[in-house]
């Protein structure tokens, strides 16, 4: 009973062929849509790591949109990087460019 029922679905879907590449050339052209929206300008960032009682990452950027300078702060290392809306109103996408990180206490030689 069973490998007629296969059948009978194989059949089906033999059927709708133009039905199915209608749907894949639909997403495909979605996609396309999608990668067209402008990607906000890369402002690479001096990131500071956390030093004594701070637990935060600091790091300085500048849009590359207006040109200013601009400061942030972050809970890790990973949240320093990624897109957000910059002080000055405009989008960015902050990339770690330099990272300075403090010397574990003790470590010093
Ligand atoms: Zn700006």
């Known amino acids: 009973m069973s490998p007629v029922r296969k059948d009978g679905a194989q059949l089906g879907n033999e059927h709708r062929p133009d039905a199915l590449s209608a749907t894949t050339a639909t997403s495909i052209t979605r996609r396309h849509v999608k990668g067209r929206p402008p990607r906000a300008p890369i402002a690479p960032a001096s990131v500071f790591g956390p030093v004594g009682r701070r637990r935060f990452w600091w790091y300085t950027y500048r849009c590359r949109t207006c040109g200013a300078h601009l400061f942030g702060r ?36």
Do not use: D, K, N
């Not at 972050?74 to 990272?99: F, P």
């Open 74 to 109: 972050a809970r890790s290392l990973h949240e320093v990087t990624g897109e957000r809306r910059a002080g000055c109103g405009h989008r960015v996408q902050v990339m770690a460019a330099r990272i300075y990180t403090q010397p574990e206490s003790g470590a010093a030689a």
